[in-house]
């Protein structure tokens, strides 16, 4: 599903200093919350019709929707489906048409059949009704803020959201064939599953589109988007591929979109199983946030479409893999329950990662694992659990994080190590074949590998999918030149308890062997390494490798494919070869971080070389990030050297970014330099989006004179997904000056700006609170009134944005806005980020602002002062009375 923490846009975001709000946050399961489980099935859902007319004026669907049921109890008298917030205005037989009686249970609907079905006797019952939905299905229409809005209805399944919409079984564990038939006005498109039986002109000004999807399938996807949309075709051998967007964004639609065949021929192959629908449709809607793999027909957010400067330095074409590898998994092969969430969102993670590395390159997939695994070490750090888990408060959304998305496809990635890769991709294969149309879980998988590769995978599921955690490594190493061995000793540091393991697994050791004594270390090229594999088992280990010469570097988990944290202490001579001739970009990079905080001159100088030389722009990035965190006058000279002659975008960022390491008034004549570069960087314009926004938050990380002044001036640049603004809000937000609040706020709280607009202000204010720099009462409470305002913003991107600002300020005055989204939301994504953030100022863990600590620690300091005063007294008195009576 959805997909905004994840993949190059968030990436791109991030690194132009606009992070998106947390998708998870402190303890994983929060107070009240239970484990949940598959609901029982009385009846089995064969079949599932829709009939529903969009009233685009009163934002109203009214229909009917008649459900096909065979009993699986013995004897069936009653049939339960989810429906909340619906008006019912008949339920009846569906054969004869006789009325039924029906009461409402909360969110579920009881049915009372005509008399008891037995086991395998089939039944319908037809429901007819109408709704204004709050969640589930969207109204899109023009508003102050945003008047190019178009009229459009879109709908997200995803986990239970379908049953504020229409009545179902708004659970995976069951799947059916459906119908659906939407009436929508004449000029209008509408998208369902499956194929398209007819479109029909009813003569009164709608049209009703007909869909039909054969191959049975979990309810929540099911979708229906409507508007005016552009189509634009392509196939993919004999299926019919469609692209759907607004008028005027069709080059767009192909810059994303155009891939789809080359990738479904690609996955096919892998998978070992054709691409399973009829048809495959990918649709544009407006305000739908991430993307969502709607059974033949993906849904992706209006975000994600880039314009021709955006697809500079941003790449969609993961997400398009990402939702098309669920049409397999999540889709053809549906989880049983949310615990088992991994098998889709890891998959599909993991999947959008190696198409991309086939496209890019090998460097592609291991930055991509590296990304992923960073973003899981930083959740696991707010809050551990296994993988398939349970326990969430109502449908399981909250469990759509990073444990299921990255570190499960860290998992996918580590397993392909272990069982090599022939045998990983037969045993997808199997695992697709044996398991297509039906419901899956964590076994299905975990026996499929073991068939396929003979290998016994209980302890390789049970360390990384059932238990939590990670192996914390430190790692020593030695060379004895006299019996020609390297020593390396392992520790695995991380606390085991019943969570967390100590750790059995493959491990690949290399080493650079030089081939005669001759040679030596600073050739060109990358060199190969001797590569070993070893087993881990225990806490501590070592492990003695004979080498025919003292190598000129050492890899632990080379490759990097091993879930982890290391420490590994090398010298800078091994550090400065891994940095110029280690094929792996992992090396590369972990040389980078390890040669920057050495700093010594000969490491600094290879640092500085391999920034022009290096090919890579990710290895870029972290020699940049090294060298700016030195904060010395060379390294700020190399920098301005590097923005002058690398053009590359994604390295520029990383370059920008380290230009906001140095910060007025530690530095101030370094930090004016750095932000006399940003500034004419912005006044003479960049071409990439990212970059402008990068330049504009080091700019306010830099804390220059006259740098606020300068950020004012870029606030109403409006560019794609606001991503300009977004950096320049950013930029006010780290100058940690009160002065920021009030564009910040009025920003924010403006709701004729453009909706992005006031999302990126309000995650300006989240930024402005975690510099812990603003203690004026006034601006203070300004602040917190914006984003307790901005709560209530109907655009969930604010309001999700303005949950993490709200735990940023750490102030009790947004409580109440907090817990009104709790009791009244119906969208459990924000009723966590809300609950994260009441939890995280009840804790009192939110940023105390600097002053108020420098006055403790003054306090402190007083206090220690005074008790020494007193004891000296006490020892001069002491002294004195000695004296005395020594006299
Ligand atoms: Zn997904």
């Not at 305000?287 to 849904?299: D, H, K, Q, R, Y």
Request: hydrophobic share 40%.
């Amino acid at each position: 599903m959805r997909h905004c923490g994840t993949g190059d846009l968030a990436r791109a975001l991030r690194e132009a200093g606009i992070a998106e709000p947390p998708a998870n946050g402190p303890s994983f399961a929060l107070p009240g919350d239970q484990p949940r489980y598959a609901p029982d099935r009385p009846a089995d859902v064969r079949h599932v019709d829709i009939a529903v007319t969009l009233d685009f004026e009163r934002k109203q669907v009214r229909g009917a929707v008649t459900h096909r049921f065979a009993a699986l109890f013995e004897s069936v008298r009653v049939v339960t489906l989810d429906a909340a917030e619906l008006h019912i205005e008949e339920i009846t037989l569906a054969e004869s048409g006789a009325p039924l009686e029906w009461w409402s249970e909360g969110e579920k609907l009881r049915i009372q059949l005509d008399r008891a079905y037995n086991y395998g006797e089939e039944f319908g019952v037809r429901v007819a009704y109408w709704a204004q939905p709050r969640t589930g299905l969207v109204f899109v229409a023009p508003d102050a803020g945003n008047p190019d809005l178009p009229l459009q209805v879109w709908t997200q399944g995803e986990t239970e959201y379908h049953h504020f919409w229409f009545p179902c079984h708004d659970f995976p564990n069951d799947r059916a064939s459906t119908s659906l038939a939407a009436t929508v006005p004449a000029s209008f498109f509408a998208l369902s599953n499956g194929k398209l039986e007819e479109a029909r002109d009813n003569g009164d000004g709608t049209k009703t589109y007909q869909w039909r999807q054969d191959i049975p399938f979990p309810a929540y996807l099911i979708t229906l988007v409507a508007g005016e949309f552009v189509e634009i075709q392509d196939h993919w051998r004999e299926v019919p591929v469609n692209y759907y967007v607004r008028a005027g964004r069709e080059a767009d639609a192909r810059r994303m979109l155009g891939r789809t065949p080359a990738m479904m021929e690609f996955f096919t192959q892998r998978f070992g199983l054709d691409y399973p629908y009829v048809k495959y449709a990918q649709i544009v809607p407006e305000m739908f946030l991430g993307a969502m793999e709607n059974v033949s027909a993906t849904t992706h957010s209006y975000r994600l479409l880039p314009d021709q400067r955006a697809s500079l330095d941003y790449k969609p074409e993961a997400v398009v893999a990402h939702e098309l590898v669920h049409q397999w998994f999540g889709d053809l092969l549906a989880v049983r329950d949310w615990s088992h969430t991994w098998l889709k969102e890891s998959f599909a993670t993991y999947f959008e990662a190696v198409w991309m590395g086939e496209e890019l390159g090998e460097d592609q997939l291991r930055i991509e694992m590296r990304d992923n695994l960073d973003a899981y070490l930083a959740a696991d750090k707010r809050g551990r659990r296994p993988i398939v888990y349970n326990v969430y408060r109502k449908n399981g959304n909250e469990l759509f994080d990073r444990h299921n998305y990255q570190k499960g496809s860290r998992v996918l990635h580590m397993l392909r190590q272990v069982v090599g890769d022939a045998a990983f991709w037969r045993g997808m294969a199997r695992y697709a074949q044996r398991n297509q149309g039906r419901e899956v879980i964590t076994a299905d998988f975990e026996r499929a590998h073991e068939e396929a590769s003979g290998r016994s995978l209980a302890q390789f599921f049970e360390q990384w999918v059932y238990k939590a955690g990670h192996p914390e490594f430190k790692v020593g190493y030695s060379w004895d030149d006299e019996r020609k061995l390297a020593k390396l000793s392992v520790r695995q540091t991380q606390t085991v308890n019943e969570q967390t393991p100590v750790f059995v697994t493959p491990l690949d050791l290399a080493f650079f062997v030089p081939q005669s004594d001759d040679e030596k270390p600073d050739g060109d090229g990358f060199m190969q390494p001797q590569v070993m594999r070893v087993q881990l088992e225990q806490a501590e280990q070592t492990f003695y490798i004979p080498l025919a010469r003292r190598p000129f570097g050492v890899r632990f988990d080379y490759g990097g494919w091993l879930i982890k944290t290391l420490e590994f202490e090398a010298p800078a001579d091994m550090l400065r070869f891994q940095l110029r001739r280690d094929p792996d970009t992992n090396g590369r990079i972990e040389a980078a971080t390890a040669l920057g905080e050495k700093g010594d001159p000969d490491s600094l100088a290879a640092l500085e070389e391999a920034l022009f030389s290096e090919s890579f722009w990710g290895v870029r990035q972290a020699i940049a990030a090294a060298l700016a965190g030195r904060k010395s006058e060379r390294a700020l000279a190399t920098l301005l050297r590097a923005l002058d002659e690398i053009e590359e975008p994604k390295a520029r960022r990383g370059i920008v970014a380290g230009l906001g390491e140095y910060r007025a008034p530690e530095q101030s004549d370094l930090a004016e330099r750095a932000a006399a570069a940003l500034t004419a960087l912005l006044a003479k314009g960049e071409p990439s989006y990212f970059v402008t926004a990068a330049a504009a938050s080091a700019l306010g990380k830099t804390r220059a004179p006259g740098a606020f002044e300068t950020l004012l001036r870029y606030v109403d640049t409006p560019s794609w997904n606001e991503v300009i603004r977004g950096g320049v809000f950013a930029g006010l937000g780290e100058l940690g000056d009160a002065r920021a609040v009030e564009p910040l706020a009025r920003w924010a709280t403006d709701r004729t700006k453009p909706m992005d607009a006031r999302a990126a202000a309000v995650s300006g204010l989240r930024v402005l609170a975690a510099t812990k720099r603003v203690d004026q009462p006034e601006a203070r409470t300004r602040a917190v009134e914006a984003v307790a305002f901005a709560l209530s913003d109907p655009w969930e991107m604010a309001a999700g944005a303005a949950c993490a600002a709200a735990a940023a300020w750490g102030d009790a005055r947004a409580l109440p806005a907090l817990q009104r989204i709790v009791a009244e939301s119906p969208d459990e994504r924000q009723v966590r980020n809300a609950r994260e953030a009441i939890a995280a100022i009840q804790r009192g863990d939110a940023p105390r602002d600097e002053t108020r600590q420098l006055r403790a620690d003054l306090d402190t300091l007083r206090e220690d002062n005074r008790k020494l005063r007193e004891r000296l007294d006490a020892l001069d008195a002491q002294a004195d009375g000695d004296r005395k009576r020594s006299e």
